[in-house]
């Protein structure tokens, strides 16, 4: 349910390495306790995000929440697919429902990120 | 208040035992979900959605001076009720603002029975009480528990369970004293809160759940499913009605929630009229309209409303509107940006996402 290649925040997104870049999204467990995603405001390409700071926001039908940049860099690419179908985080959160992808920084910050063992823990779930 | 103790309503064990998410709601520890908003919204457009709303307040004024008193409390007219009619109205201070907004029945020639909001019932009878005369005012709200049916299958899965005959039991009437899945002193009224066709079912506090699973079980093959507060609030706002605290308090009047059509000036005295013939004559401040979003942004409860850069109001509720399929909002705004069509927009997170103002409500069902 959680792979094993991802990285994860205390803020319940992830982070791939793919080519040097870092792809982001949110958590099946965030997805889940968001329940209904209606709509992802993502930000634009070339913007700078910083570690563990807002750089897009996330709307159920009943609440807005704020997407943490799980690393420093800058925006190259965001997942456009989310303006027509924003449900998609919520079928396929580490999959097609990804975020946005990253230039990073400094690929060394995602050591402060959780593994998967450490992730699940928090949560209270199974791997 | 204090949360430390909420309050649960009789059918607490099963919302625990149906998977719900249980939120903190008017100091009451209520199902905000099941399955989730946007499928439980559907089920009851298509099927049928049974709700919890023992949380809701009960207060039942009779005597003598029970239709004066009552006349007195509301801005809407109860003198036209015969036995079994009831009205939804607001209640009003002298300031014309609003207490609270409910539903009263006549039940006999003397006896009438109020259906409050929970975060205010406590506040609503000692308001009812002080202002009732040659009547006695009861709290009946810890005798009774109180389930919504809603749905175009409501009625034919409510027959299944109960020998009433729903066909003649009309929009806004209420038989009391009656017989639901085996529990007598029971309530049926035609009422809801969903824009669809439905019942309320008032039983005694303990009978609830018995009465829930003999619904659940005579509704299941029609699809009837449990619906949560989260989308009974987007069932609501679809259907335009007011959801006290938000979109209504004590500082808005009926005149300027679109509840004119409550507020029947050619009765005799009630409280708050003198404010309310000033703002008919004078006109009022600011108005509640309705908008839908013309950009993929949706507008929630304290947003800005704006008309260029300049500030004319704010949103009093605001959702993505499951079966509309669009974002959609009401808010107070001053009076000459009240026309259909008028755009207006919202200032979402220091940015103005275009909307225009619509007709209410979002969403009528076909007859």
Redesign the interface.
């Known amino acids: 349910m959680y792979p094993k290649d991802l990285r994860y925040s205390s803020e319940h997104e992830w982070a791939k390495v793919e080519g040097g870049r870092v792809r982001v999204g949110i958590t099946k467990f965030a997805a889940d306790k968001l329940?209904?995603i209606?709509?992802v405001?993502l930000p634009q390409i070339g913007a700078q995000v910083e570690f563990m700071q807002p750089c897009g926001?996330i709307?159920?039908?009943?609440a807005?929440s704020d997407i943490y940049s799980p690393v420093t860099g800058r925006v190259v690419e965001v997942n456009t697919a989310l303006?027509d179908t924003p449900e998609v985080v919520n079928s396929d959160p580490h999959g097609r429902g990804w975020i946005l992808l990253v230039e990073p920084k400094d690929l060394k910050e995602l050591d402060k990120l959780m593994t998967v063992e450490q992730y699940v823990k928090a949560i209270g779930e199974e791997a | 208040m204090a949360v430390d103790q909420l309050k649960r309503t009789s059918l607490y064990a099963i919302h625990v035992r149906s998977g719900a998410r249980l939120v903190e709601f008017g100091g009451w520890e209520m199902p905000v979900q099941y399955a989730g908003i946007v499928e439980e919204h559907r089920a009851v457009r298509i099927a049928a959605g049974l709700f919890d709303v023992s949380h809701m307040g009960q207060v039942e004024v009779e005597g003598p001076g029970a239709l004066d008193s009552v006349q007195r409390l509301i801005t809407n007219d109860a003198a036209r009720l015969t036995t079994g009619g009831g009205l939804y109205s607001p209640m009003c201070l002298p300031t014309g603002g609003i207490v609270d907004d409910l539903t009263v029945f006549r039940l006999g020639e003397q006896r009438f029975f109020f259906v409050v909001n929970a975060s205010t019932a406590e506040a609503d009878f000692a308001w009812i009480r002080e202002h009732t005369t040659n009547a006695t005012a009861r709290n009946r709200s810890a005798e009774f528990g109180l389930l919504a049916l809603q749905g175009p299958k409501a009625a034919a899965i409510l027959g299944r369970v109960t020998r009433i005959n729903l066909g003649d039991l009309t929009y806004f009437h209420m038989r009391d004293g009656v017989e639901v899945a085996g529990v007598r002193g029971c309530f049926i009224s035609r009422t809801g809160y969903t824009g669809e066709d439905g019942f309320e079912v008032g039983c005694p506090w303990d009978a609830a759940p018995r009465i829930w699973d003999a619904l659940m079980e005579a509704g299941g093959a029609d699809g009837l499913v449990p619906i949560g507060l989260g989308a009974r609030d987007t069932l609501r706002l679809e259907a335009a009605y007011m959801l006290y605290g938000n979109d209504i308090d004590e500082t808005t009047t009926p005149l300027e929630a679109p509840l004119g059509w409550t507020v029947k000036l050619d009765k005799d005295e009630f409280i708050g009229r003198d404010v309310l013939v000033a703002q008919k004559q004078t006109g009022v401040p600011r108005k509640l309209v309705g908008f839908e979003m013309l950009e993929r942004a949706i507008p929630r409860h304290g947003y800005d409303l704006l008309s260029g850069t300049a500030k004319i109001g704010h949103v009093t509720s605001g959702t993505f509107g499951p079966w509309v399929n669009k974002s959609i909002g009401m808010g107070y705004v001053t009076p000459e940006h009240t026309r259909p069509g008028n755009r207006i927009a919202v200032e979402i997170r220091g940015r103005p996402a275009q909307a225009a103002v619509v007709k209410l409500p979002f969403y009528k069902r076909s007859a």
């Open positions: 329940s209904d209606v709509f405001e926001v709307e159920s039908v009943k807005v303006g």
